[in-house]
């Protein structure tokens, strides 16, 4: 186990609706980042976030947006909900001036779009 | 863009035999390699890595090898297990935003039989 927990596990929604994941870092991990993993493929990143700020996007809408709290966990929130929005989204956590090459990845959560 | 991928989406094995997933990247300029094992129903977990500067690694019944010439990876099990049963990513670090992203390829997925 990382020590890297999200919830919910499972999650089941209807196109348009919103939707929040939440991501609690492994202790002593400043940096959390969120990948989506379609079915059968690798995850692809989606942003990270450093001191509370998002500080790297990868080629995501800006319906997909997130937060980090001082505690260092995050969210992350998807805005009018697409079909092709199911996935596992997986976050990871790492520690920014430690040498983060190392991201330790949580369970995910399970996102269908209906 | 950039990628990374795989050559096998599927290796099938038997136990004790020796396994070799395979893996080509684009980016020349990429320092660090990473492998990771997602079993079913959880996120990625960190197996090996290996830095540009050298060509070869080894953890316990793995090795990983890195060609810069022909920008292959590759990942070698020793006597495999049904436990090594799972998808096998090979993923690159990107730091070209000024943070660390991984880029993951498709996955192998190892198939261990008795």
């Known amino acids: 186990e990382t020590g890297v927990t999200q919830s919910p596990t499972h999650l089941i929604k209807t196109r348009g609706q919103q939707v929040t994941l939440r991501c609690s870092s492994q202790s002593g991990h400043n940096t959390v980042s969120w990948y989506q993993q379609a079915l059968g493929q690798g995850p692809q990143f989606i942003f990270q976030y450093y001191r509370e700020e998002e500080n790297g996007r990868g080629n995501f809408p800006p319906r997909f947006s997130g937060l980090q709290f001082p505690n260092y966990s995050s969210e992350l929130n998807v805005n009018a909900l697409e079909l092709d929005d199911s996935a596992l989204y997986l976050c990871?956590?790492?520690?920014?001036?430690?040498?983060?090459?190392?991201?330790?990845f949580g369970p995910g959560t399970r996102l269908t779009v209906l | 863009g950039e990628s990374v991928g795989l050559h096998l989406p599927t290796l099938s094995v038997q136990e004790g035999d020796n396994s070799i997933i395979n893996c080509a990247y684009s980016?020349?300029?990429?320092?660090?390699f990473i492998w990771y094992k997602q079993e079913s129903g959880k996120g990625p977990q960190f197996i090996i890595d290996?830095?540009?500067?050298?060509d070869k690694r080894q953890g316990q019944r793995v090795t990983v090898l890195l060609n810069k010439t022909v920008k292959h990876l590759s990942l070698q099990i020793a006597a495999t297990q049904p436990g090594d049963s799972a998808v096998y990513f090979c993923?690159?670090?990107?730091?070209?935003?000024?943070?660390?992203?991984?880029?993951f390829g498709a996955g192998t997925r190892l198939a261990v039989h008795p």
């Open positions: 290996i830095r540009s500067n050298m």
């Open positions: 980016n020349s300029a990429s320092d660090y």
């Open positions: 990871a956590s790492s520690s920014r001036g430690r040498g983060d090459n190392e991201q330790f």
């Open positions: 993923a690159e670090i990107n730091s070209s935003g000024g943070y660390n992203k991984l880029i």
